[in-house]
């Protein structure tokens, strides 16, 4: 069974902990599978763009971006995967949603920081927001 699967990816010890999980359990490395791992950037307040000016903002952006898949992609070649990196900027839960929707994806993988349920009731989590967004089955690692 092959399956499209997208990994959402922030850097945390959360990003460390779903990709310890993905190797010890098999079924989820096949190499039939396809994976994308993306990260998602809050956008800089728009009088900081000004500021900085475009290029030093896509400098940041490229950077922190890399920062983040670094490890991810040493993951990837370590276990042979076919799969890519990619970052996008903006709203994080609603950019890995929509991702997840639209770029035809059968799985969508996170990790999540292991909030209380108070704590999620008053603020809410990425996680929390994207299960509640995407139509895509979500494993959120803990």
């Known amino acids: 069974l092959d399956m499209r699967i997208l990994l959402a990816v922030d850097g945390s010890p959360y990003t460390q902990k779903m990709l310890d999980y ?5 079924e989820w490395l096949g190499n039939t599978h396809h994976y994308v791992a ?3 950037q809050p956008p800089l307040p728009p009088r900081a763009v000004k500021a900085l000016g475009k290029d030093l903002v896509a400098d940041y952006y490229a950077e922190e971006a890399q920062k983040v898949l670094a490890p991810v992609h040493q993951f990837v070649e370590a276990h042979k995967l076919d799969a890519q990196c990619d970052s996008k900027i903006g709203h994080i839960a609603d950019t ?14 996170m990790g ?7 704590a999620k009731l008053v603020m809410g989590s990425v996680a929390t927001q994207v299960l509640a967004q995407s139509k895509t089955p979500v494993l959120l690692i803990r």
């Open 22 to 26: 993905l190797a010890s359990h098999p």
């Open 112 to 118: 999540t920081r292991g909030y209380t349920a108070l």
């Open 96 to 109: 890995i949603a929509e991702m997840a929707d639209t770029g035809g994806y059968d799985l969508l993988i």
């Open 38 to 40: 993306l990260t998602v």
